[in-house]
């Protein structure tokens, strides 16, 4: 069990260098995010995660939530630690200064989001759900909602939760059976909900839920399903919670990981009915949700990032200590084992993966704060539809895919201590074992690429971003020999994700299945190569400041060096995954129910 | 949690048709496997697989092995279960008849080995280590010794353990300290072990320790550690344990996995010394031992193999059962989620690869028995060094590293009920993960590979298995065009493979630190290869019993038509494995330790 330190100057090179922070702050709505204050903010953010949040990390996993007559009870210390993060004002940080919030950018948001993920993303989970029912309330409650809740969620003092999933209703969200019968101003909500993260917890006096049910006579499917407000204590007048309403917490479930985080199966209206709040109309409340989860999403794949950056940190720290066998090929004294270039690959496998997602993540966050903010209409949409929308069921897939990929190799470089739960390299690996499941499996993340961002736009989206934006970044990538490189992998990376583009496009329009069939490769494609273009500008950018004698040296050569090793060791699967996208995806058409 | 049946249409034509099981009957010494007995068997262990250890597999883990006061409480119906396969004459089918043994060839064996390890791998653990410490004996005890021990170990009614590791002395096993110091007829053994596998436990009445330990003045290094016999109890006379020796169980692990299978430090000689035999000579014992570990280590791949199987089929059994969402692109019925592109994909996944890797286990296997029983020398020798003692690292190595991830994916076919531990889906990915770490870590054996099987060789035994074998095979594959698709898919990994060894030569004899920086890449390239041409030759051999009616056709049908996936979607990752293995290895050697 290691501390947790965040990368600040990787952090900051990320957020400045390769998402444009500082342009970010130049948006209207966004001025407050001076250099100074972001400073400020970041290493303040990391006395909270590295003193607070991350020594609780080990001890939560071991002691976990439990429930006991629909009561929660959180491992020791996380009530205080959060109560710490809401006095700090963290959790206010992105929103509306209307209702109490920072207007701060979201791309700031995503490293802050990174740094609590990192050190301890059971307690973090809380956060990142009332994060989400914050943006779906600011953007379609109506003015006497937002008045009665957003100050307390925003605050933090109030928590939000998220109830989608029904037993027979998982990734088809449009089969849920939850009722909602309306009853003078509100509705009565009759059902079970499943994996409700938060669900019940004894960090604050209300948990307002976020409840998708369905109305009498709604149609059947997805268009048939309505969002409510369901507070676990109805607000009063002077806005302090009142009337215990009908819902409970059944239990928690035994999970893999993330053993601080509780899971709750809810009950509604087991008593006649719980009181609903109806969220803008009936019937619209998937396209609702959909707010929520777009968020969430983007805050699940920086949690595969954190999680990978703990354990990368883990495994660096134990490389460092552990001293066994010379180094190969001499007979000489035994040396730590990060001396040995097995060990060095997959240190260096870790790193690179990490910060290429991580560059990728707050690029996307990036795009999201210049869709809402960028002065013109057809920017906005511009960076909306070829940006932020494109990227996150990127950045949500291929970062959580990543954090269990890494998570395990920070066990494997650990030998047998890493199978020995007190040194707690393991529970990365379990921790980081739902990002690739919740907000959508990355199975439905592949999908939404696919179709709802590549096809539906008949492959342009892509077509924009690889032509106009990836291509010109790296024809202009000319700083040295080891960038051109660089960039020449990523441009053979390209050619790649191209070609799988166009088969996409020619299949889409053929047969969904077969995309469909390709979906899962073509998004690590994606995910890849975006990830090797970062590098690339990171390396390009690092050249650049190398040559103007800014920054330090050992740092920027560090930022290329990582590029080189992305560019000769992970880039080059783009061609294995572009044939399993292509042609191994016709293959699979051919399957027999009887083959398997 | 869901049961399990061997698949024995797959196995036996793993079997007959792959690793030649019915050649290898030919031998001398292995007449008595005629196929009768054979079948006989195979129906006989699934019996026991099925019935008596699976349904222990969950329960097992849920409850986990204890230790009070130096005794190993294994959970409920292990004790019974170990018996059932002890007086089923399980435990003696590979060995020597000279001693209880019934000299069935070490292929057959490997096929139990995978059942029993897909039924119940804590368990199957047990009887692994008895294997290796039989083999050990065999191979290097006295007359007197084998005597003593064999013939109970054997049938199983006693049980044999491996002490190599101490807490400063993992993979550098010569960095050991435990003392054996003269003392008449015996030793005292002096000193602690950590990692011991059924170090203590409570299924038998004796358990026999194999445990390397220094002698007084000897060499430095692995050249000065001996190897000696520490049995729990003293045989008596007549044979029977008599007198407690001077160790004990000081505790056991708290581990990610496998949790039945007890992992025990044990303490020797805290009352002045254990008694221990010497086995062969002092400071040989490194050599003895790795007898037991080649053996281990194969049989550690077979749980790869076995572990991403009955993951398989608990995917396969809820993929099949799960109604979810209506077919892509259709508004119908919601289907069983098998008809979903994207979760076919998975399980084809895992089934394709765990096919693979059962194929070039069992041949590795098969190697193992024409190594020991060619009637011809020279003949041995090959099948020794270009057979059995190339593959061992790389089943070992692939198959484990296969078994983690094919067991991850098997959660992924589940969603959320993956997660959750009551499905038993985790627990597949948490007892997978050992794998790639005890018996040599993976990293381990790709040295192992690339030091004593490539380079020691200069390249040739690489080249005579792809040049000799492999290219020979390949060229006859003409029985069809989808044949012909899957060898020319292999072709183009083998190509692969033979570019990167000849750099492996060249870098090898230049800088080792650069060879072993391109070992694990090196040796994943080698497993997707070899394992593709098992595949091929499976396609192949279908064919040709399909076009003389032999046979089920809609088996032999998803026989090519899995090749023909693993063609398109696995064996196209070997191009960016060779350049990672290449390139990525000259890159890896340009990182600078301030880079981490």
Chains 1, 2 share one sequence.
């Not at 943006?135 to 933090?156: N, V």
């Not at 060990?343 to 790193?351: A, G, I, N, Y």
């Amino acid at each position: 069990m290691t501390s947790y330190t965040a990368p600040l100057a990787d952090i900051r090179f990320a957020l400045n260098e390769l998402a444009g922070l500082p342009e970010i702050a130049q948006l209207p709505g966004y001025e407050e995010a001076t250099p100074d204050l972001v400073d400020a903010i970041l290493e303040e953010a990391n006395k909270l995660a590295s003193e607070v949040l991350a020594p609780l990390n080990h001890s939560g996993d071991r002691e976990g939530a439990v429930c006991e007559n629909g009561a929660v009870r959180t491992p020791r210390g996380f009530r205080d630690a959060y109560g710490q993060f809401v006095e700090g004002g963290w959790n206010a940080l992105p929103f509306d200064p209307d209702y109490g919030g920072q207007g701060l950018p979201w791309t700031l948001g995503s490293a802050l989001a990174e740094m609590w993920n990192s050190a301890n993303m059971s307690l973090a989970l809380c956060p990142l759900l009332t994060q989400g029912a914050v943006e779906l309330l600011q953007a379609h409650g109506s003015e006497e909602q937002k008045d009665a809740y957003l100050p307390k969620m925003i605050s933090g003092e109030w928590t939000g939760t998220m109830n989608l999933t029904e037993p027979q209703a998982g990734t088809d969200v449009g089969a849920a059976k939850t009722r909602a019968t309306p009853n003078g101003d509100h509705y009565l909500i009759t059902g079970q909900k499943i994996y409700i993260t938060y669900g019940e917890h004894d960090f604050t006096d209300n948990i307002i839920h976020m409840v998708l049910a369905r109305t009498p006579d709604a149609p059947a499917g997805t268009k048939g399903i309505s969002l409510f407000i369901v507070p676990k204590f109805l607000p009063k007048e002077d806005g302090t919670p009142g009337q215990r309403n009908d819902l409970r917490c059944v239990s928690i479930e035994h999970k893999l990981g993330i053993h601080a985080s509780p899971t709750c199966v809810m009950a509604y209206g087991d008593s006649g009915g719980a009181v609903g709040y109806l969220i803008g109309e009936e019937n619209r409340g998937m396209e609702y949700m959909f707010t929520m989860m777009n968020n969430a999403r983007l805050t699940v794949g920086i949690q595969g990032v954190a999680i990978a950056e703990r354990a990368y940190q883990q495994a660096l720290a134990y490389a460092r200590d552990r001293v066994q066998s010379p180094e190969v090929g001499t007979r000489g004294e035994a040396v730590p084992i990060i001396r040995h270039p097995d060990v060095r690959r997959m240190l260096m496998t870790m790193k690179s993966q990490t910060e290429a997602a991580r560059a990728l993540a707050y690029v996307a966050a990036g795009e999201m704060d210049r869709a809402r903010r960028a002065p013109d209409e057809a920017e906005r949409r511009r960076h909306q539809i070829d940006g932020i929308d494109l990227l996150t069921p990127i950045v949500k897939a291929w970062s959580t895919d990543l954090g269990v990929e890494l998570a395990s190799l920070g066990i494997q470089v650990h030998g047998g201590m890493g199978f020995v739960e007190e040194t707690g390299a393991a529970q990365h690996l379990r921790d980081a074992r739902i990002g690739t499941i919740y907000e959508g499996t990355n199975g439905v993340q592949a999908l939404d690429l696919v179709g709802r961002k590549i096809l539906r736009f008949k492959g342009e989206t892509a077509q924009r971003l690889l032509i106009a934006s990836m291509e010109a970044d790296l024809e202009g990538m000319t700083a040295s020999n080891r960038v051109k490189m660089i960039a020449s992998a990523v441009g053979a990376g390209a050619e790649s994700l191209k070609q799988a583009t166009g088969w996409l496009v020619e299949a889409g329009a053929k047969d969904m299945s077969l995309a469909a069939g390709a979906s899962s490769p073509y998004l690590r494609l994606f995910g890849t190569v975006a990830g090797g273009w970062q590098l690339a500008r990171a390396a390009q950018r690092a050249e650049d400041l190398l040559a103007s004698g800014e920054g330090d040296p050992a740092f920027l050569e560090g930022k290329i060096r990582t590029a080189l090793f992305y560019a000769d060791n992970i880039l080059p699967q783009a061609v294995g995954l572009m044939t399993a996208a292509t042609r191994g995806a016709e293959t699979l058409g051919q399957i027999e129910d009887t083959d398997f």
